[in-house]
């Protein structure tokens, strides 16, 4: 049989490639294999990399700061000074406008949104006593930032990505007018899913713009600034320059962690905002808790020395997944690119490939790879709500399984997304 | 100039002591110290006690924990099997009731009464929305309790401690009739700072609660459960044991962790709650994190071993402390004792000796303790709202310095407090 677009192709020969499929599918299926592509998880190979981490603070080693606290012993609720250097010198942020915490990034997107809930920010009325609070949403995004918002009861509005990131025209038209919108969530460097790079313009319009809302903030979430795929890192404009030159000092929470470097069970999360946010914060987060794991900033110090060490060890993470983003999109290339099905990125860095199946065809595809042995992140995962309006996008995480696990998976999944279409079309 | 209680002076001695006291005080201030007894730390030494610690896990050591889970990777919300056993053997709860977090057990009683103020709890109101909400509040007590609950608006209402605890018959009173009272503070054994251990007969009490209000729950903060000071350890009625056989089983919130056991600044959280009550909060934590540092939770649990690890550990501290301890009792016995000035708690355990200085006098107190060169807890901290209506108590805490140091420091607070005293009745 021919392989030629499924759209050239006559109902006879779309029912015996619909026959075909099905036939594969069976067979997969009596494999009985279980796989997961669901979550962005660091593979083993990638944890043993900080393994040598482990030796860095021993018993004999001072575990004094650079500032002289003992990071022993309690305080220094913002970190440690040598930590604040080493994460501002990544994300090009001052090193006093750095606050280092735990292993958890989300703790601190969840910190900010529930004190300017609460108790407000920026002198204005706590978001939870007003009728109306909403964030934009650029979409596909990530799923736990839609689940923290929806968790407040914050409106979520889905704005279309384009290759520059969110489509600034809308942004500007929402923030500018709307004193309802106290928030956007931005993954600005190799965006999850879509693996989208902000383009300079995109950061600067966002540093210029003029909200209705005072207490309105872009929440900045940095996961991926070093997770590159290629070796010409992209290394676009950082919020920081960008709001230096607006002089929008305060506009934006800037968020990143060691989690996709280090250990994602034992790593360090870092915030940045200006000094004046940063003061106003931390006066509640000091409420909270009377200070972070120390021991382990020093640790990630230690390990590290500086932002050149971190990027060569993000190098040997580059050379593991290499392979596995080649292997997922090789699978795409090879057996839905010739029928035309479907359409899906090719991202530069990151932990995701975003899938955009035929519309309606995205639940259906979940299903069939579930059916089939392979977990996939639920279809609308990346939409507000659960929502995809199109029941077409699917992220696809290639990290965690081997290339072996990875290339079975990806055949189930082109089989999937070919019995969909076709189930769809015949 | 004989030693008699200044009560029974007459006002020409009274004015030779005050004459006295003033010159002995002006002589210290000349030394210029700078001395530090306000906060609950540990000593250096007790730290050092740990540094064996950091040899546990090694770059070779696999972190895989019992359940079969990678302590390097995303997951296990809950925390390891091993960090749950160890932690309810010491606390005498169920394994399948504990939960582990990270280097904070003061996060976790946050989000423990954010929760209910957002969301609410079993089913009830979220308590934001509520004209009135109230928490007991023993006291003296923790500054840091009584914070939390203020930043969240709730009302606090005074309870005073007896020998055994709370005074029961008011804590059942407002308990059981008030559906406004949500909550209530407990530090049940070596309390902080009045150093009381809830008599077995309190704790059964408490167990056999019936709550006006479906969400009032106890706050068990039990942070000092194995923080003994002589040889006979206290070793109450557990809060677990008298609930099981009240069958009260979700009316506590139970919380402990290792900052006064192993690192102030890189320790493990624990909390316990029925397991109904932990299902509930487990999908609210859920959106603030994907989990806590396992890693650290695996290097506790490789360094201790078992309970009878972690006791042997803390007979060390005790080592290091109860010259402390004895360096202030001594003083005051010495200094006051003989005047009939103030009077004091002998503690068993926990952190700090809690001084009532004559009425009216705390205040002046620590400012003379301030401008002679030792800072103090501030008079009132261990009230709601830092107000103690007979500005008496005064929170004494010995662990920080050296035996050399505070014997310095006492001799001040010491003059300090027959200076206050002396002012007031000549």
Known sequence: MGIKPICEQSPEELQALLQETKEAYAAFQAKKLSLNMARGKPAPAQLDLTMPMLDTLKSDTPLISESGDDCRNYGVLSGITEAKKLFASLIGAKEEEMFIA??????????????????????????????SVKFLCPVPGYDRHFGLTEYFNIGMIPVPMTEDGPDMDLVEKYVETDESIKGIWCVPIYSNPGGIVYSDETVRRFAALKPAAKDFRIFWDNAYCIHHLTDTPRQPLTINAACEESGNRSIFYQFMSTSKITFSGGGVAAFNTSAENLSELSKHLGIQTIGFDKINQLRHVKFFGDAEGVKAHMELHRQILKPKFDAVLNALARELKPLGIGSWTEPQGGYFVSFDAPCGCAKRVVQLCKEGGVTLTGAGATFPYQKDPDDRNIRIAPTYPSVDELEQAMELFCISVKLAALEQLV
Chains 1, 2 share one sequence.
């Open 102 to 131: 735990g292993n958890s990034s989300l703790e601190l997107m969840f910190a900010c949104v529930q004190i300017a809930c609460i108790k407000g920010i920026a002198g204005c009325t706590p978001w939870s006593r007003l009728d």
